[in-house]
């Protein structure tokens, strides 16, 4: 679909007819991705199926990437794989978003229009990890550092501290707080 995914369409006319999209679009013919994610070179392999529930129109979307992106932990470059599968609410204003059904995505389309090429790139950007870490197996160039599991890796990162190098001396900034805060009220008295 070259050209025609960045063209404006009618939200209505979408749901009414049950319009449905495949196509394979170039990371540089989607607005508002980072220049870091459209520099790969990569495309972005789409299925958009429109409709209506509850009232509102919708659409499925379905995509599937292959990214270039830098791993946060080495800051080496690494391949992502992005699935998507989401329902999408396509409401005309922030007032119709309120009304949505809970638990559903929503999209902005002003005056009824959409471009479906835009409405791909929101999708693909919520499909991101927060922080993209080399998979289990991977090798990853930091100090060592114990390789992590996919797009679930950031949260677990987060939460698990690292393991000191060989024989290195554990810092702890705050191990004597206490004592200086307890010191700094006796003076104060």
Do not use: W, Y
Request: glycine share 10%; net charge negative; proline share 8%.
């Amino acid at each position: 679909m070259p050209g025609g995914a960045l063209k404006l369409r009618d939200v209505r006319k979408l749901a009414e007819t049950r319009a449905a999209f495949d196509f394979d679009l170039p990371m540089t013919e989607l607005p508002g991705l980072p220049p870091e994610l459209s520099a790969g070179g990569g495309r972005v392999q789409t299925q958009l199926r429109f409709g209506r529930e509850q009232g509102f129109t919708t659409a499925e979307v379905r995509l599937h990437a292959q990214l270039q992106v830098t791993c946060q932990r080495c800051m080496g470059p690494m391949s992502l794989a992005v699935d998507a599968d989401s329902p999408v609410v396509i409401v005309e204003s922030e007032h119709e978003a309120e009304d949505a059904p809970a638990g559903m995505e929503t999209f902005l389309a002003p005056d009824g229009r959409l471009s479906l090429s835009a409405l791909v790139a929101e999708e693909l950007l919520l499909a991101l990890p927060l922080v993209p870490l080399h998979g289990a197996g991977a090798s990853c160039q930091q100090l060592g550092a114990p390789a992590a599991t996919g797009v679930g890796a950031a949260a677990g990162a987060a939460d698990t501290p690292a393991a000191p190098a060989d024989n290195a001396a554990v810092v702890r900034p705050f191990a004597d707080l206490r004592a200086l805060l307890e010191r700094g009220e006796k003076a104060d008295k």
